[in-house]
C-alpha cells in the first residue's frame, strides 16, 4: 500500500509549483457599448452618358404667298418681249431714261417675257436699271429665262403672273478663231459668268457654291417656287395693261443695205 501512497504523495506536492495556462477568456461586452456591424457595400453602378442626339436641320418655315393687284399706268409702263440682244437693249434703255428723267417719283412698269440671249447686253440693262432714280416694278408675263431672270432681279419689286416661271442656269458660249484667240474667248467668258453667277447669288440671298448647286441642272421656279426663293415677292392678280401695237413686219431689204464690219 505504501507503494502506491508515496508517489502519489509526491505527485500532490509538487502541483502548486506547475504553472497552469488560464484559458482565453472573451471579455463581455460592455453596457454602454453598441456594437456596429459593418455596412454591406453598394454595388458600384457605372452610368453611361446618354448618346448626344443626332442635330437635325430646322425647318425652313415657308413663306407666305403674297398676291397683290397691280395697275400700271399705261404711259410709264415699258414691255421687253423677244431676246435680250444688242438691238432690243438700245430701244428699252432709251426708253427706260426717258420715263425716269420725266419723273422720278411715279414708279416706272416693266413687263417682261424673255427666253434671255445676249450676257454683255443684258449687263448693260442692269446697269442702267441700278442707275434710276424712279421706282421699278416688273411683272413676269409668261417666263423670264437665263439673262432674263437676271434682269428681273435688279427690278424694285418683282411680281409674277399665276402660271409663269422663271430659268437660272449656266451661261453658254460660241467660239470661233485660231486656238489662242479661242483661248481668249473663253476666259473673257468665263469671267463674265463669273460676274453673273456672283450678282444672282447676292439677289437671292445664297452664296456662290449654293447658287451654282441649283443650277446645275438648270434651275426652274414656278411663281411660287420664286417666292419661296427670294427671286420674287408675290403674285399679281387681274393683271391687265395695255398692249403696245404690234411691230411693223421687217423689211427684208433692210439687210441689203447694211455694211459688214
Same mark, same amino acid.
Given at each position: 500500500m505504501k507503494k502506491f501512497l508515496l508517489p502519489l504523495l509526491a505527485i500532490l506536492l509538487l502541483m502548486p509549483s506547475i504553472a497552469m495556462a488560464p484559458a482565453p477568456v472573451t471579455p463581455a461586452p460592455s453596457p454602454i457599448e453598441t456594437v456596429v456591424a459593418a455596412p454591406t457595400p453598394l454595388p458600384v453602378v457605372t452610368l453611361e452618358p446618354a448618346p448626344s442626339p443626332t442635330p437635325v436641320a430646322p425647318s425652313l418655315?415657308? =413663306?407666305? +404667298?403674297?398676291? %397683290?393687284?397691280?395697275? $400700271?399706268?399705261?404711259?410709264?409702263?415699258?414691255? *421687253?418681249?423677244? /431676246?435680250? !440682244?444688242?438691238?432690243?437693249?438700245?430701244?428699252?434703255?432709251?426708253?427706260?431714261?426717258?420715263?425716269?428723267?420725266?419723273?422720278?417719283? =411715279?414708279? +416706272?412698269?416693266? %413687263?417682261?417675257?424673255? $427666253?434671255?440671249?445676249?450676257?454683255?447686253?443684258? *449687263?448693260?440693262? /442692269?446697269? !442702267?436699271?441700278?442707275?434710276?432714280?424712279?421706282?421699278?416694278?416688273?411683272?413676269?408675263?409668261?417666263?423670264?429665262?437665263?439673262?432674263?431672270?437676271? +434682269?428681273?432681279?435688279?427690278?424694285?419689286?418683282?411680281?409674277?403672273?399665276?402660271?409663269?416661271?422663271?430659268?437660272?442656269?449656266?451661261?453658254?458660249?460660241?467660239?470661233?478663231?485660231?486656238?489662242?484667240?479661242?483661248?481668249?474667248?473663253?476666259?473673257?467668258?468665263?469671267?463674265?459668268?463669273?460676274?453673273?453667277?456672283?450678282?444672282?447669288a447676292k439677289h437671292l440671298g445664297l452664296t456662290l457654291k449654293a447658287y451654282r448647286a441649283k443650277i446645275d441642272h438648270d434651275w426652274w421656279l414656278t411663281e411660287t417656287q420664286a417666292i419661296q426663293n427670294n427671286a420674287a415677292d408675290a403674285i399679281v392678280d387681274n393683271f391687265r395693261v395695255k398692249q403696245p401695237p404690234p411691230l411693223p413686219p421687217a423689211n427684208p431689204f433692210d439687210d441689203l443695205f447694211k455694211v459688214p464690219f
Open positions: 418655315k415657308p =413663306k407666305v +404667298i403674297k398676291h %397683290v393687284s397691280v395697275t $400700271p399706268d399705261p404711259d410709264r409702263t415699258l414691255f *421687253f418681249k423677244g /431676246e435680250v !440682244n444688242d438691238k432690243s437693249a438700245d430701244k428699252f434703255i432709251i426708253d427706260l431714261n426717258s420715263l425716269d428723267e420725266a419723273d422720278q417719283s =411715279k414708279p +416706272i412698269f416693266i %413687263v417682261i417675257n424673255s $427666253p434671255g440671249g445676249s450676257l454683255e447686253a443684258g *449687263f448693260r440693262i /442692269e446697269n !442702267n436699271m441700278d442707275a434710276l432714280r424712279a421706282p421699278t416694278v416688273c411683272i413676269v408675263e409668261n417666263g423670264a429665262y437665263s439673262m432674263a431672270s437676271g +434682269i428681273f432681279l435688279h427690278c424694285g419689286s418683282r411680281y409674277m403672273e399665276p402660271h409663269t416661271s422663271l430659268m437660272f442656269h449656266y451661261g453658254s458660249i460660241a467660239i470661233q478663231g485660231s486656238r489662242y484667240e479661242a483661248a481668249e474667248q473663253m476666259r473673257h467668258a468665263l469671267d463674265q459668268f463669273d460676274q453673273f453667277d456672283e450678282d444672282n
